[in-house]
């Protein structure tokens, strides 16, 4: 339609003559005129095309944007969880608990007395957790968990030596040498693993009438943590 | 050229008269219409700036968008990769082997027999992960590691005693006493580190015409995985 | 306006007549015209109403955006203190050093020497991490930690039996047995924990004029890495 208006346009032109100055002017001016609503109309074609294009790009973005708030947000659920079970084994991994202990108490014997008594084990050579107490010879379970617990003794042959290894009120372990005549010394120990509460008590018990060798590191007591549970 | 036109449009408005109504209805709505595709024009302008700009945004986004894609992708590896390593720190914590055991037969000797027998520990103090089979006195590992043992008797002067710990048919470790006239009992022990894979025993012998004192915690045999490899 | 203007078309298409060809040629595409610019118009509006949605959509996106990219950013940061923690529990948990030895010499005693020298035990049941030197029966910590040792002896009667585990240069465990007249052989041992450096060196010495049954795995000396610190 506006080509044809142009054409006309075009005719118009020639048959105006310069009797008609108003119309003559309006003329150049409305073809004009159409030749920019002309490219107006395709510049809005072009707009609305680009637009489109852009919708469907920003549709996809969006899209795509909620995949990632959803990946992202589980994504943070597993770390967190990742960080608890770390900071669950590490602490596992921190929690030590390890003694060794020894009489100490120079070159003499420790016992015989009248009555059964708890040995205390004076020097201590290692006690990570600070769970045995040096001043009562009694180890304490600081968490609930299995322990490793052995005792050594070294005595003369006057007196027997029987110690009893305690948990609490119970005896778990026990090792024994009876007097003798002719064999000046003797040894003896034992080894166990004792599943403790938090709070247990473990300690060597001399019994009465009996005697263990006290110097350096001969008479020893020592265990540790080996698992929580 | 609408400036012009709009500006003849006022002068035609002026000239034109009342004698030619049709041509001056034409001119207001015309410099109306001039005005109207003015301001489409600027607006259509204004539009393309803006897609435009729309544009640019967006293609920084969709780039923005797939930058944090790729991270995510590679974050998520890295946690599978995380979490993969957390089961296993997990499941080698988890696996607890431990097993304390004595005799506990009473206040009487076990053996001498006429022939070696497997010693049999029926007092369980710990058995972590059963891996001690009490009724037979045999330890399966459950799984390869390094595994410590240890053994502890206390046995009377009248017979000898001989122990030997096996892994499987080998002998390992072994502790012995010879029978005495005169000291009435005696203690022995030992203790080590094998390396064991799934299905290996190990177990202690009571070689022919020796004994062990049976009673309470007195002759012992515990053991642990230290590691799993 | 525009209306108006077309429905002045329609009149003065009635009006117009033959008798002038030009101007009524004009009009019906003027009616077009007017027509179409009033479409275009229309579409104009639609364009700067999705524009102006776009526009509200995109600055969404681009908020949305950066939220995931600082939640990313955390993530990331999370992850990374994730993968070391998990890498230093590895490494502890790898980090093995566990060693099980015996003097294994055949049938027949270690010493007695005139002086005071380091017991060698030549069979190695287990050695994981390789500190443990059979040539020198040195034991050398590879990483600073507490660590357990384990000696057991068998000895005859004819000499005394004494041996000292020695960090270093200073005794921490001793075992001892004497010479006698009637019991054939005697056993001994002991245990404890000790908190090595890097490089530390653990040892056993067997006194001056004292020996040792050599014989397979009686006279033993073991220990493990309980715990890095």
Sequence with gaps: MLWFLLLFCGLSLAEEGANDPETQSCFPDM?????????MSEKIKSLETRLQDSETRLQDSETRLQVSETKLQNSETRLQNSESQILELKNKERTKVIFSTAVGEGKKHIGPFTTDTTLIYKTVITNIGNAYNAATGIFTAPVAGVYYFTIFFHAGKEHKTSLHLYKNSEVKLSTHDHATE???ADNGGNAGYLHLQQGDQVYVRLSQNSHVWGNAGYTTFSGSLVTQM
Tied chains: 1, 2, 3.
């Design 182 to 184: 002719t064999d000046f």
């Design 31 to 39: 073809c004009n005129l159409l030749k920019e609503v002309g490219a």
